[in-house]
């Protein structure tokens, strides 16, 4: 079984700050990675697929990287709509969603 | 535009069943690979089930055995099923349209709530 492991498990920030999520993946799972933002009430949203693909319509302020078993999503200037909790999601075999990161505001 | 719309969900007892529907409408519906999610109550998104365009089914192996994923493409619409049903199973639960390359979830249903209690 593919585990992944997400860090921190939630974080503070100011509004402006560059915020980055890191994922663990166990074993390796070459680029077979995506991040999800998930608002309370609402549908999870795909914010990036392949590891660094943005998905059309999210703001460029989010990016994807790495590969193989380290990877982040980096938000370069964290806005108030950016509240909500991040989960990466692995596809290299079957599905498995990491634990989350919550994002507020400091 | 694409849609998913559940239905189905609601209250049950421990050891119930339930069966979960999800209506699609915007793309064609045989061609994609559809899953399950569920979001239990101050918990983590958890991967359900997945069913291939042709039937071929996929689940974790924490809940192999209880749940039967299924599809019917005349009727753009596919099924969870939901067998010996625990607390821990209630959640809300989303159905979801894979990308072509089913390799992530692009457009998810507004979620529905299963509530299994005593």
């Known amino acids: 079984d593919i585990q992944l492991t997400q860090s921190p498990s939630s974080l503070s920030a100011s509004i402006g700050d560059r915020v980055t999520i890191t994922c663990q993946a166990s074993?390796?799972?070459?680029?077979?990675l995506n991040w999800y933002q998930h608002k309370p009430g609402k549908a999870p949203k795909l914010l990036v697929s392949?590891?660094?693909n943005l998905e059309t319509g999210v703001p460029s302020r989010f990016s994807g990287s790495g590969s193989g078993t380290d990877f982040n999503l980096t938000i370069s200037s964290l806005q108030p709509e950016d509240i909500a909790t991040y989960y990466c999601q692995q596809s290299e075999s079957l599905f498995t969603f990491g634990p989350g990161t919550k994002v507020d505001i400091k | 535009d694409v849609q998913l719309v559940e239905s189905g969900g609601g209250f049950v007892q421990p050891g119930e069943s339930l069966r979960l529907s999800c209506v699609a409408s915007g793309f064609t519906f045989s061609d994609y690979d559809m899953h399950w999610v569920r979001h239990p109550p101050g918990k983590g998104l958890e991967w359900v089930s997945a069913i291939g365009g042709t039937g071929d089914t996929y689940y974790p192996d924490s809940l192999k055995g209880r749940f039967t994923i299924s599809r019917e493409n005349a009727k753009n619409s596919f099924y969870l099923h939901m067998n010996s049903l625990r607390a821990e199973d209630t959640a809300v639960y989303y159905c979801?349209?894979?990308?072509?390359?089913?390799?992530?979830?692009?457009?998810w249903g507004q979620g529905i709530l299963v509530t299994v209690s005593s």
């Open positions: 392949d590891a660094s």
């Open positions: 979801a349209r894979a990308t072509y390359s089913s390799t992530s979830l692009v457009y």
């Open positions: 074993p390796d799972i070459s680029n077979f």
